[in-house]
């Protein structure tokens, strides 16, 4: 029997394979979870696909940057369960053009709006509609963040401003919510080549940078974000809330590495 045997567990941001969203759910999965996926209507046929690896075919459309299709969702989700153990919000998203270049250049109020609507906002506007589905549960709120939230780093611009306001926001819902019984954490994932990676620019430079500075000498995965993902969202966390965990092989602990030279 898994850890996360009898939770119900809904996932915000399934794309395809090789996204976050996937590995997270491969470990809910594998842990006993029963899986319910919201999609966008473009990934539709995509997401009712992989949600049958996952032995679930409770999937909806929701738009998180649309308040109605949220509730509409949620009103879905409501006539299938009577409970929500726990939320996986993996959603992120930055008009390509503002992932180029310097943040001064790049940067325009609408792609702020959008950055920070999508990636920072839908947390609380999902937050308010699971709430009450968590009511006499152990609830979990499950969120990801990146470095680039603390951190300056080359083309990110736009989206570290929205992780920060993100991470932020899950301090500021773990207070809210914890008197509740719910706990709301983040993960800072180290760079994976997923689909909404391909986006920022130099992100190869990035892969092999990271590999050859962090402790453990090489990038993470998706398993690696999955099993954390997994745990944060079970009992066995029950003391933990209001954390961004990082899951970045070490590389965010690292000030300075010398490059390596010949034993003499």
Request: proline fraction near 3%; charge should be neutral; include cysteine.
């Amino acid at each position: 029997m898994g850890f996360l045997s009898g939770k119900r567990v809904l996932i915000v941001g399934l794309a395809t394979e090789r996204s976050i969203a996937h590995g997270i759910a491969s470990a809910m999965h594998r842990e006993g979870a029963q899986l319910a996926f919201s999609y966008q209507d473009r990934f539709k046929d995509r997401v009712e696909s992989m949600a049958g690896d996952f032995d679930s075919r409770l999937t909806f459309e929701m738009d998180v940057a649309s308040d109605a299709s949220i509730e509409a969702g949620f009103g879905h989700l409501k006539q299938q369960w009577d409970g929500l153990d726990a939320v996986v919000h993996a959603v992120a998203f930055a008009p390509q053009e503002a992932l180029r270049g310097s943040l001064i250049d790049s940067t325009t109020r609408e792609n702020f709006r959008i950055a920070h609507d999508i990636s920072s906002y839908s947390l609380i506007a999902i937050a308010k509609q699971a709430v009450p589905l968590m009511k006499d549960r152990a609830g979990a709120l499950l969120t990801m963040s990146y470095l680039g939230a603390v951190r300056s780093l080359p083309s990110y611009n736009v989206m570290g401003l929205a992780k920060a306001s993100l991470e932020a926001g899950v301090r500021f819902l773990a207070a809210d919510l914890g008197e509740r019984g719910i706990r709301v954490n983040g993960i800072s994932a180290g760079p994976i080549k997923t689909l909404a990676a391909a986006g920022i620019g130099g992100f190869r430079k990035m892969l092999s940078h990271v590999a050859a500075t962090a402790p453990i000498r090489r990038n993470v995965s998706l398993e690696d974000v999955g099993n954390t993902a997994a745990f944060l969202c079970s009992d066995l966390s029950a003391g933990i809330t209001g954390e961004i965990v990082y899951v970045d092989g070490g590389y965010s602990t690292v000030g300075m590495k010398l490059p390596e030279t010949p034993e003499t």
